[in-house]
T-cell receptor
Framework: EAGVAQSPRYKIIEKRQSVAFWCNPISGHATLYWYQQILGQGPKLLIQFQNNGVVDDSQLPKDRFSAERLKGVDSTLKIQPAKLEDSAVYLC?????????????FGPGTRLTVT | AQTVTQSQPEMSVQEAETVTLSCTYDTSESDYYLFWYKQPPSRQMILVIRQEAYKQQNATENRFSVNFQKAAKSFSLKISDSQLGDAAMYFCAYRSGSGANSKLTFGKGITLSVRP
């Protein structure tokens, strides 16, 4: 079974530029998550999708971050314009079950450096 | 809001020895789940072990076991017979058992090194 795929793996941009990340979840997983992991901290949820609908985006900085999950499969996360404090690893995860003890499977992440 | 605290930033263990990683959490809920995730230097996070709050029996997965103390809100991970491949960051995480939101709340993590 293929895992969660993410691209690119690394990205370096200057502040005020735009960037987009792509995620392909495990086939059949209806729930998709984007997390931000700043160096030295645990991941923090940015947005959760159930199929193509948003369940939780309370911690997404909506003035600069946007995300979509067209057709309920792949998802893209965009930052426009980027700030220095956006430097982090962006992790995508998916799960079969929305609730309960269901495991979340993580992708390898995209390491973003904003200079 | 739920919080997860991992107060030890780093730990070291000799190969083949046993190590315990600590985690405490704060919640007012009675239905929830606790997890330990491992993140090796390649950065792909993988699930190590999970515990349902309603279960009194501590979860065990091969060399990994937990000590779940619900009243004390403590959830420690014990790694027996440590191996070099166990070196990684370990995150304790909490998930509510109710509601539509199934997000994980993570602690800051602990870096475990294994000495050969």
């Amino acid at each position: 079974e293929a895992g969660v795929a993410q691209s690119p793996r690394y990205k370096i941009i200057e502040k005020r530029q735009s960037v987009a990340f792509w995620c392909n979840p495990i086939s059949g997983h209806a729930t998709l998550y984007w997390y931000q992991q700043i160096l030295g901290q645990g991941p923090k949820l940015l947005i959760q999708f159930q199929n193509n609908g948003v369940v939780d985006d309370s911690q997404l900085p909506k003035d600069r971050f946007s995300a979509e999950r067209l057709k309920g499969v792949d998802s893209t996360l965009k930052i426009q314009p980027a700030k220095l404090e956006d430097s982090a690893v962006y992790l995508c995860a998916s799960s079969f079950l929305q609730r309960g003890a269901g495991e979340q499977y993580f992708g390898p992440g995209t390491r973003l450096t904003v200079t | 809001a739920q919080t997860v605290t991992q107060s030890q930033p780093e730990m070291s263990v000799q190969e083949a020895e046993t190590v315990t990683l600590s985690c405490t959490y704060d919640t007012s809920e009675s239905d929830y789940y606790l997890f330990w995730y491992k993140q090796p230097p390649s950065r792909q996070m993988i699930l190590v072990i999970r515990q349902e709050a309603y279960k009194q029996q501590n979860a065990t997965e091969n060399r990994f076991s937990v000590n779940f103390q619900k009243a004390a809100k403590s959830f420690s991970l014990k790694i027996s017979d440590s191996q070099l491949g166990d070196a990684a960051m370990y995150f304790c995480a909490y998930r509510s058992g109710s509601g539509a939101n199934s997000k994980l709340t993570f602690g800051k993590g602990i870096t475990l090194s294994v000495r050969p």
